[in-house]
């Protein structure tokens, strides 16, 4: 049985998977069919919960896997383009700040969508005092 029960569950989360065909029964069942069927109806059909654990299940998560490194990749390659002529870029240091930081894909893409010409502003945009909060110190170089 899952960790709360259905009475337990926020209204919220069971009008969730009641839209998703998942009933009281359905979700107190351990069938991994049912249980996959709650993951989809929390919108995790392709995607970890948990992207830090997505390695340890290969064979379901491949394509969110490689989507994430070639998105790392992308993030990487953008940032040696927009920063490598400041005097602080620092090649591996930026690459040490994406796999320290782990950025959400959403985040990524974000930071790859931006408007090269309007990348300073982009930064400045989320800057929390001068500085980059934590969620986006992936992009940091030095």
Do not use: C
Not at 16 to 27: E, H, M, N, P, V
Not at 39 to 61: C, I, L, M, V
Not at 67 to 74: A, P
Not at 120 to 138: A, H, N, T
């Amino acid at each position: 049985m899952p960790g709360k029960s259905w009475e337990n569950l926020s209204t919220d989360y069971r009008a969730r998977l009641q839209r998703a065909g998942i009933t009281k029964r359905d979700y107190e069942s351990r069938s991994p069919e049912l249980m996959a069927k709650r993951q989809a109806a929390r919108g995790h059909k392709n995607t970890p919960e948990h992207p830090e654990r997505a390695a340890r299940n290969p064979d379901k998560f491949g394509i969110y896997i490689q989507t994430r490194n070639e998105l790392e990749q992308s993030v990487l390659a953008r940032k040696a383009r927009l920063f490598k002529d400041r005097v602080r870029y620092n090649a591996g240091r930026s690459k040490l700040n994406v796999a320290k930081y782990r950025p959400t894909v959403p985040q990524m893409r974000r930071f790859l969508a931006a408007n090269e010409r309007d990348i300073d502003d982009f930064i400045e945009s989320i800057l929390v005092d001068g500085r980059l909060p934590d969620e986006w110190s992936f992009l940091g170089y030095h």
